[in-house]
């Protein structure tokens, strides 16, 4: 049998090696230079045979694998030995695909990068002894400071099932992972797993890190499973999921199921390809993926809160499942601090010289400065930052200065900030640091001021800058940052500018950073109501999905209500509610409407008005603002009107707007008149060939309808 084995691993790799022979391969260039093409094409008209398939190579290691476990002979003494050349041979190969195969760099790679996820997926479980853990307590502490507790409680997390043994496919543990920002709970997990690699207690000492804050909305449901799958198939021992908070309940629900059972089944079917999960209608499928298992992973769940927050998510069997192994960091004390900063300030030292070839030095001042940046509760963030943005103003001022090589550079912190020193000059970093682009603000803020009246509704919206900038740097500081709602109501007569402000207002909330796409989705009824059962949710939430990172604005929103009878439309207006609430720190909503329309319309859902305290009127143009509007559209279309035509528009405008501004249209009644009036200019110059072709006369503008 050890034959027959090493017989069918010197023909995987072999084979693969020599596919082609060099005879073969130099007339398959010798054809390339002749006719053109690819080295494969030429190779397949050469020898008939096409190349050789990965999926090959992996289905045949798997049978191998199969038959050493058939035989008794331990992994690591056939596959493991050859598993390195094997990965050699591989990567070698997938960096000539592109140019010799035809085929995608990036498919080259991911071919590459598949066959080692394999190789270290089938690399064998280790016999672990207990003894293996010894010393890793104080080995770590000289890397991860001031969380010994938090260290013990991981270490024992980690040794539990060695003397608790689980069964197959159920996690191997989990574990629940919580304390404050910033005190190193991912920093001593990723040392810690590293440390259990190296000590053979791990295949994989890297974690994978699963953000459940990518699944909001109930859409997400493939992409989920997607995610999941392939965490769980990958050769990671740890797989560690954040942000639960944000992530829509059913998912929590399978996450539970996982935890609890040690697996979660799947609502639909679908199949395993090319490493991915496919849904398929075909219930007759015979390989069909009917759940995922855990597959003796240990899952680490990461927060800030609580467990008792935790079980209100995922519920008491969730936080049973744990068996106690709730692992917490604690503030992060002075010395701490201290011996991070030292270690932070060697790492910048060292990169500085390497990246940027200037040799750094500091006096003994420098790391109590640095304990500075820790004070008004931002602790080891403070600090971080601060040597982050050391490096980005030393990288600007090699980008800036023509400095020699190994240029002597001194940091000296003075009058709460530091300079830098170099060549007899002295710079504050803060000068250095690039300044973020202001450009689209201030055109934005341009295209405001272009807009005629609307003054305290320009004075709101100016004034949302002003508050995020303040919760920034309370963030910054290690404040808590008070969170206002977004959401709007713009109510006002059609044509008063409301799809216009709310249109810049996205824009202007992207370039402060409060919106991470600053798109405009326009809907109405139509757009978010279903026409038959069971298709409105969907509908709005596809709405919803397109609007996130931005706005969703919904014109006439009281028509969403029709009365109670209207279960079409009541249950677009939960679904409402209930994205606005999944998806608060990154969508805003703006209702418009009339009014009292919009008052009644408040009521058809309790979490309504509670959501939207912005309540923004829009007041009827006057007639001053209406002929300032007309001036400005008539500009716009390259055209002026004579001031001669003055007195009678504005007079026209100011009769209409006391007659029936709320159905006259307000800014489109403007744009109207102008329309009118290029159009009876076009009459006029007929008769008038040497007239100015862009001047509008009062005799251009018909003005005999103020009462409609």
Do not use: W
């Not at 072999?14 to 190779?43: C, H, P, V």
């Not at 199969?66 to 056939?78: F, H, K, P, W, Y």
């Not at 929103?557 to 608060?584: C, P, Q």
């Amino acid at each position: 049998m050890k034959d027959s084995i090493d017989d069918s691993l010197n023909e995987l790799l072999g084979n693969r090696r020599s596919f082609y022979s060099a005879e073969e391969i130099d007339a398959a260039k010798k054809l390339k230079k002749k006719n053109g093409g690819t080295l494969m094409e030429n190779l397949i008209a050469v020898t008939g045979r096409g190349m050789p398939d990965m999926g090959d190579v992996i289905k045949n290691s798997n049978d191998i694998r199969r038959m050493c476990e058939q035989a008794g002979i331990a992994l690591d003494e056939t596959i493991a030995n050859n598993q390195a050349q094997l990965s050699r041979d591989i990567t070698e190969m997938s960096k000539n695909l592109e140019s010799d195969f035809g085929v995608t760099s990036d498919n080259a790679y991911e071919v590459a990068n598949k066959a080692h996820e394999h190789l270290a997926a089938n690399k064998p479980v280790p016999k672990v002894d207990l003894e293996s853990f010894n010393g890793l307590t104080d080995e770590l502490s000289g890397t991860v400071f001031g969380q010994n507790a938090y260290l013990n409680k991981l270490m024992i997390s980690f040794k539990r099932p060695f003397v608790m043994p689980v069964s197959d496919g159920m996690p191997r543990n989990c574990i629940y992972v919580t304390g404050p920002a910033y005190t190193g709970r991912h920093f001593a997990l990723n040392k810690l797993t590293a440390a259990l690699e190296k000590r053979q207690v791990l295949r994989n000492g890297n974690v994978r890190y699963v953000d459940l804050s990518l699944y909001p909305t109930a859409g997400e449901e493939k992409l989920f499973l997607q995610d999941l799958y392939a965490a769980l198939c990958s050769s990671a021992d740890v797989i560690a999921f954040e942000n639960y908070k944000e992530c829509h309940a059913s998912f929590l629900v399978s996450l539970t199921e996982l935890v609890v059972s040690g697996k979660c089944n799947l609502s639909a079917r679908y199949i395993e390809q090319n490493g991915q999960l496919i849904n398929v209608s075909n219930a007759l499928a015979s390989d069909a993926v009917g759940s995922l298992s855990a597959r003796g992973k240990y899952l680490i769940f990461i927060s800030t809160d609580p467990v008792s927050k935790l079980a209100g998510a995922l519920g008491a069997p969730f936080v049973d499942a744990l068996k106690g192994d709730i692992c917490e960091t604690v503030p992060l004390d002075r010395d701490s601090l201290e011996k991070i900063s030292s270690r932070e300030l060697a790492a910048l030292v060292e990169k500085t010289a390497r990246q940027l070839r200037f040799k750094l030095d500091t006096d003994d001042s420098f790391i109590g400065y640095s304990l500075t940046k820790a004070d008004k509760n931002a602790g080891l963030k403070g600090i971080l930052d601060l040597y982050s943005d050391l490096y980005a103003s030393l990288a600007q001022l090699r980008l800036e200065k023509e400095l020699a090589n190994d240029t002597q550079i001194r940091l000296l912190p003075e009058a709460g900030t530091v300079y830098i020193c170099y060549n007899d000059e002295k710079t504050d970093m803060n000068a250095l640091l690039p300044g973020g682009y202001s450009g689209e603000i201030e055109a934005i803020k341009a295209e405001m001021d272009n807009i005629v009246g609307l003054t305290k509704i320009k004075e709101y919206v100016f004034s949302l800058e002003e508050y995020y900038r303040v919760q920034k740097r309370r963030r910054e500081e290690g404040l808590k940052a008070g969170e206002v709602s977004k959401h709007m109501i713009f109510t006002g007569s059609p044509g008063t500018g409301k799809t216009t402000i709310a249109r810049i207002i996205s824009k202007y909330l992207k370039a402060i950073g409060v919106l991470s796409g600053g798109q405009l989705v326009e809907v109405s009824r139509a757009d978010l109501v279903g026409r038959y059962v069971g298709h409105t949710a969907p509908l709005t939430n596809q709405v919803l999905s397109s609007a996130i990172g931005g706005v969703l604005f919904i014109d006439e929103a009281y028509s969403l209500y029709r009365g109670r009878d209207d279960s079409f439309g009541l249950e677009a207006i939960d679904t409402l509610v209930k994205g606005i609430e999944d998806n608060r720190d990154n969508l805003i909503v703006i209702l418009a409407g009339y009014s009292k329309e919009m008052a009644e319309f408040l009521t058809s859902n309790s979490g309504l008005k509670s959501r939207f305290p912005n309540v923004i009127n829009f007041p009827d143009y006057t007639g001053e603002e209406l002929l300032a509007i007309a001036k400005i559209n008539a500009g716009s279309r390259g055209y002026r009107i004579d001031e001669g035509a003055d007195p009678a528009l504005l007079s026209y405008f100011n009769a209409v707007q006391a007659l029936r501004a709320a159905d006259a249209g307000n800014g489109r009644l403007a744009r109207n008149k102008i329309e009118e009036a290029i159009l009876n200019q076009s009459r006029r110059l007929v008769a008038e060939p040497d007239a100015d072709l862009s001047l509008l006369l009062s005799e251009d503008f018909d003005l005999n309808d103020i009462g409609g």
